[in-house]
């Protein structure tokens, strides 16, 4: 019998050690954000009516955004993440991505709480807050 504990608490402790490696794997839906456009201008998600949902697998992730009730984007592909980084490599979008793009954030993740934050040339580009939705 205590054998047996043993095991399972082994194959429990497994379990939950490999949840808490990849803590992105889930489904999401963004609570906030905003991007700067082409123009150089931050546009708040909240004005635009945005509502996103983002599932994460293992190895891939894929989103679908929405404008009210209009599509507004999609994109699919791998990612990876180091010590601060959640790394996308977008695969297909609806919207034009030079092939094999990375997209990198830094991020933070509190509870369900995902903070992200992209920068290019030292500026930021997009922030976006996400909340893990519960199945």
Same mark, same amino acid.
């Given at each position: 019998m205590v054998k047996i504990f043993k095991r399972l608490l082994l194959i429990f402790t497994c379990i939950v050690s490999q949840a808490k490696a990849n803590e992105f794997i889930g489904t999401w839906q963004l609570v906030s954000g905003e991007y700067?456009?082409?123009k150089g201008k931050r546009v708040n998600y909240k004005s635009l009516n945005l509502r996103s949902i983002k599932v994460i697998s293992k190895t891939h992730f894929s989103f679908v955004t929405m404008a009210g009730d209009k599509? %507004? &984007? &999609?994109g699919a592909g791998r990612y990876r993440v180091t010590d601060n980084q959640y790394i996308e490599?977008?695969?297909h979008t609806s919207y034009s991505a030079p092939k094999g793009k990375e997209y990198v954030f830094t991020f933070k993740i509190e509870d369900d709480i995902w903070y992200s934050s992209r920068m290019?040339?030292? *500026?930021? *580009?997009e922030y976006e807050v %996400?909340?893990?939705?519960?199945?």
């Amino acid at each position: 019998m205590v054998k047996i504990f043993k095991r399972l608490l082994l194959i429990f402790t497994c379990i939950v050690s490999q949840a808490k490696a990849n803590e992105f794997i889930g489904t999401w839906q963004l609570v906030s954000g905003e991007y700067l456009n082409d123009k150089g201008k931050r546009v708040n998600y909240k004005s635009l009516n945005l509502r996103s949902i983002k599932v994460i697998s293992k190895t891939h992730f894929s989103f679908v955004t929405m404008a009210g009730d209009k599509f %507004w &984007s &999609s994109g699919a592909g791998r990612y990876r993440v180091t010590d601060n980084q959640y790394i996308e490599t977008a695969l297909h979008t609806s919207y034009s991505a030079p092939k094999g793009k990375e997209y990198v954030f830094t991020f933070k993740i509190e509870d369900d709480i995902w903070y992200s934050s992209r920068m290019e040339n030292g *500026v930021r *580009v997009e922030y976006e807050v %996400w909340h893990r939705t519960i199945d």
